[in-house]
T-cell receptor, first 113, second 116 residues
Framework: KQEVTQIPAALSVPEGENLVLNCSFTDSAIYNLQWFRQDPGKGLTSLLLIQSSQREQTSGRLNASLDKSSGRSTLYIAASQPGDSATYLCAVRPSGGYQKVTFGIGTKLQVIP | GAVVSQHPSWVICKSGTSVKIECRSLDFQATTMFWYRQFPKQSLMLMATSNEGSKATYEQGVEKDKFLINHASLTLSTLTVTSAHPEDSSFYIC????????????FGDGTRLSIL
């Protein structure tokens, strides 16, 4: 059974800082890994999707890396802004035909102006 | 980009009533949609996989007679919470994937269900 862990559970940083969020998973037989953002009381917004054959993906100030063999992914946020405050979730889709995705519990980020 | 619309966004109803939640893929076809439940300060837990034209696949511990899923077309799946009780109060989110396994999942904005 796949288990996804995210550390830290919560993070508070001053505006402008660069930060790293961590995601680890127990079963390396994955098809892809996806990072999401969730604002309070809202659904999920997809940020970055990394296929199992890829090492990283970048979008604007966000960079996600994947080390499948060690079961780890990181989300790097550069020059953080108050608008980045949200909960960040990582989700892992297994290899094989089944599309079931396992989510981590998330990291709640607060960027202080 | 791909958009998934979920309706209603918030519903409050009395115990014993049934509530229907709709999930639509607006600009793509989805043979498979997923229904998740999220309790406060917890992650999303998959409830069931909705398959167009066939029966849904429920996760262990999810009562299929209580959470009825219908996926009648390639753009619409519905979740009906039957005879809802206060313990069913939660945040329900659907997702859909465009054709091709390499595509990301797109999520609706969720439905906050409160049973009095």
């Amino acid at each position: 059974k796949q288990e996804v862990t995210q550390i830290p559970a919560a993070l508070s940083v001053p505006e402008g800082e660069n930060l790293v969020l961590n995601c680890s998973f127990t079963d390396s037989a994955i098809y892809n890994l996806q990072w999401f953002r969730q604002d309070p009381g809202k659904g999920l917004t997809s940020l970055l999707l990394i296929q199992s054959s890829q090492r990283e993906q970048t979008s604007g100030r966000l960079n996600a890396s994947l080390d499948k063999s060690s079961g780890r992914s990181t989300l790097y946020i550069a020059a953080s802004q108050p608008g980045d405050s949200a909960t960040y979730l990582c989700a892992v889709r297994p290899s094989g035909g089944y599309q079931k995705v396992t989510f981590g519990i998330g990291t709640k980020l607060q960027v202080i102006p | 980009g791909a958009v998934v619309s979920q309706h209603p966004s918030w519903v409050i109803c009395k115990s014993g009533t049934s509530v229907k939640i709709e999930c639509r893929s607006l600009d793509f076809q989805a043979t498979t949609m997923f229904w998740y439940r999220q309790f406060p300060k917890q992650s999303l837990m998959l409830m069931a996989t909705s398959n167009e034209g066939s029966k849904a696949t429920y996760e262990q511990g999810v009562e299929k007679d209580k959470f009825l899923i219908n996926h009648a077309s390639l753009t619409l799946s519905t979740l009906t919470v039957t005879s809802a009780h206060p313990e069913d109060s939660s945040f329900y989110i659907c997702s859909a994937t465009d054709t091709g396994r390499g595509q990301p999942q797109h999520f609706g904005d969720g439905t906050r269900l409160s049973i009095l």
